[in-house]
Every structure is written in C-alpha cells, then in structure tokens.
C-alpha cells in the first residue's frame, strides 16, 4: 500500500448487493475518476495496472448498527462521529472481490472514506466485512448474488 493510502482502518460492517446497470473497465469511465478507482483496486489487494477489472456497482446498507439504508450516498454515524465516503466511485468496485461469493456469503471491500468529530475531519480507510444478500433487496428479481454478478459481468 503507498504512503498516500496510509490511513486508520474502521472495521464496520454492512450487507451489499449488486445495482445490475452492468459492469465496466477503467477505461469506460470518465478519467478525472481513474484515480480514484485505481485506489479501490488497491486498498483491496489487487493490481492496479491489472487492465481485466471490470467495476460492478454495489449499495451497502446496515439499518441495524448504522441507521443507513444507503452508506455509500449518504452519510452514517458511529460513536460521536460522522462518516462518509470519498466520492462517488466508492460504489463502484472491483468484481475480483466478489470471486467465489454467493447469496449470503461474506468477502472484505475496503473503501476510502472520512470520520468528522465537530470541525475535526480525519481521512480513514474502512475495513467492510459485506454480507451479499441480492435476494433481501431490490433487484432481487436477477436472482441470487452469484446470478447478479454473472449477469452483470
């Protein structure tokens, strides 16, 4: 991991599934958001330069611990902070990390973010243990997580 990506790790945790508008490579998406997508191929362990990723858009949710039916787009709270995400593109990742996860099923994504307490913001990388869950939610007619993926890949 570079020196740029050096932040505290939050371990949180939420469920995932799969927003089916299909998925893409790096180059279909505009190149002021490359960088931030090369850093989500990387925080996750994977190679940035690897040119097969293909970004599938995810929403993450946990009513129960974060009170956020949307983590990504909206904001959440935890302790006294405020938390949040960085950019847009945080919904958008790499489909390697979901290899071999099915309906249910558990895998990491870690996604840059920030944690504000009063004024105070501080840059933080949270650590996601994500349960697939494409049945609970909508979209839920492309059938389980597995079905999703595939289809949309």
């Not at 349960?131 to 890949?153: H, I, M, S």
Request: include cysteine; aromatic fraction near 10%.
């Amino acid at each position: 991991m570079n020196n740029q990506l050096k932040r505290e790790i939050i371990d949180i945790k939420a469920e995932c599934f799969i927003i089916p508008n299909g998925a893409g490579p790096l180059s279909s998406f505009m190149k002021s958001s490359h960088d931030d997508l090369r850093k989500i191929v990387e925080l996750n362990d994977l190679d940035p330069d690897d040119q097969s990723h293909l970004f599938v858009q995810i929403w993450l949710t946990n009513t129960d611990e974060l009170a956020s039916e949307n983590l990504i787009r909206h904001s959440f709270s935890i302790k006294n902070w405020d938390c949040g995400f960085d950019g847009g593109e945080a919904e958008y990742v790499p489909h390697k990390i979901f290899e071999n996860v099915k309906e249910g099923g558990k895998t990491k994504i870690r996604l840059p973010g920030w944690k504000r307490v009063g004024n105070q913001a501080t840059n933080v990388i949270w650590d996601i243990t994500v349960t697939c869950v494409q049945n609970k939610y909508r979209y839920r007619d492309y059938g389980p997580f597995e079905n999703c993926l595939k289809a949309v890949c």
